[in-house]
C-alpha cells in the first residue's frame, strides 16, 4: 500500500514538471493543468493497480486513487484529507488510516466492527465505534465515501458475496440514521475477494472480516480547492 501511495505523489510530481514545462501548456490556466496532470496520473496509476490485482485490498485503494486531481486544487483537498485522516486515527486508534493520494483508505477489522455470526447485524460495540467516525465525517460534509464488506473465506463465495453486501449496507443505513446523507454513500459488496490475511488460520479471518472506507471530494470540495479555498 506505501509503495503505491508514495509512488502515486511521485506520478504527479513529474507530471506536473513535464506539464508546467510545455510551452502549449504555458497558456492554459492552474485548474487546466491541475486537470491535464490529474487525467494522466490516473491513468498511469490505474495501471498499476491493474498489476497488483489480487494481491489484496484494491477495492477502497483503487476508488481513492481513480480520483486524482492533482495541480494546486489538489494539494489543497490533500491537506483537508490530512485533516481528516488524523482526526479518524485520533478517535478509532485500531483502525488502519491510509491517506493515498488525494483521499483517505480506511479499514475497519472485526475488533471495530464487529457483527453477529453469519449475520449483519451491528454489535453495540460496532455502533459504538462508528458514532466516533459520524462525528468526524459530520465535520468534513464535502466527501463521497464508498463503504466496502468483505468476509472470510469460510462458506460459499455466492453466500459471503450477499453477505459482505449486507454489512456494507448495514454500515450505510446506520451512519445514516445518525444524520449523515445517505447520498454520500456508496456501497459495495466484495465477499472473498481481496484477503488481507490468510484465510486458513483463525487469526487470519479475523481480519478478512472487515469493512473498508474509501474517502474522496465531493464536487463542492474540488470546486472549492479550483477556487483556491
Do not use: W
Not at 137 to 165: Q, R, W
Amino acid at each position: 500500500m506505501k509503495k503505491i501511495t508514495i509512488l502515486s505523489g511521485i506520478v504527479l510530481v513529474t507530471l506536473s514538471t513535464i506539464f508546467t514545462s510545455c510551452e502549449a501548456v504555458k497558456n492554459t490556466n492552474k485548474t487546466q493543468r491541475g486537470a491535464g496532470i490529474g487525467a494522466v496520473g490516473g491513468a498511469i496509476i490505474g495501471g498499476i493497480l491493474g498489476n497488483n490485482v489480487g494481491k489484496g485490498g484494491n477495492g477502497a485503494l483503487g476508488a481513492v486513487l481513480g480520483g486524482v486531481i492533482g495541480g494546486a486544487a489538489g494539494g489543497i483537498i490533500g491537506n483537508k484529507m490530512d485533516k481528516q485522516a488524523r482526526e479518524i486515527d485520533t478517535a478509532i486508534p485500531g483502525a488502519q488510516v491510509e491517506r493515498v493520494g488525494e483521499g483517505i483508505k480506511l479499514v475497519l477489522n472485526e475488533n471495530a466492527v464487529r457483527f453477529d455470526t453469519n449475520k449483519s447485524t451491528l454489535t453495540v460495540t460496532a455502533k459504538a465505534n462508528l458514532d466516533k467516525l459520524v462525528k468526524v465525517f459530520n465535520e468534513y460534509p464535502d466527501t463521497n465515501i464508498v463503504i466496502y464488506g468483505y468476509t472470510d473465506s469460510t462458506g460459499s463465495a455466492a453466500h459471503n458475496l450477499k453477505l459482505s453486501e449486507q454489512r456494507a449496507t448495514s454500515v450505510r443505513n446506520y451512519l445514516s440514521s445518525k444524520g449523515l446523507l445517505a447520498s454520500r454513500f456508496n456501497i459495495t459488496g466484495l465477499g472473498i475477494a481481496d484477503p488481507i490475511a490468510p484465510n486458513d488460520t483463525p487469526e487470519g479471518r479475523s481480519q478478512n472480516r472487515r469493512v473498508e472506507f474509501a474517502i474522496t471530494a465531493n464536487e463542492k470540495m474540488v470546486h472549492d480547492a479550483e477556487e483556491g479555498k
